[in-house]
């Protein structure tokens, strides 16, 4: 099993900046890719990006530029630092772990609110 936990939201003004983490904890040897995703009220879930376990990161076009995922060096943390908020990146965030073997795991979110 892997369990994931997410911190570090809250509510900031639109041009300011914001770093969420995942803690991972469990079997986190079998994690192969973090990815993080988002909810704004009304609408699907969209995937924000994600870094794989050789750290190769890839963004959503709507937040290339902006947002930056990284990971502490014992690969237990996944960060997403963003930068140059909108409002439009009001939405609760979710990490997810892709797992070998297993069905992906999924954190409970945290909320981030960009005030205009």
């Known amino acids: 099993q892997v369990q994931l936990v997410e911190s570090g939201g809250g509510l900031v003004q639109a041009g300011g900046s914001l770093r969420l983490s995942c803690a991972a904890s469990?079997?986190?040897?079998?994690?192969?890719?973090t990815a993080w995703y988002r909810q704004a009220p009304g609408k699907q879930r969209e995937w924000v990006g994600d870094?794989?376990?050789?750290?190769?990161?890839a963004y959503a076009d709507a937040v290339k530029g902006r947002f930056t995922i990284s990971r502490d060096s014992a690969e237990s943390t996944v960060y997403l630092q963003m930068n140059s908020l909108k409002p439009e990146d009001t939405a609760v965030y979710y990490c997810?772990?892709?797992?070998?073997?297993?069905?992906?795991?999924w954190g409970q979110g945290t909320q981030v609110t960009v005030s205009s």
């Open positions: 997810n772990a892709a797992i070998s073997a297993w069905p992906n795991a």
């Open positions: 469990g079997s986190t040897s079998r994690i192969t890719a």
């Open positions: 870094i794989t376990r050789s750290g190769i990161t």
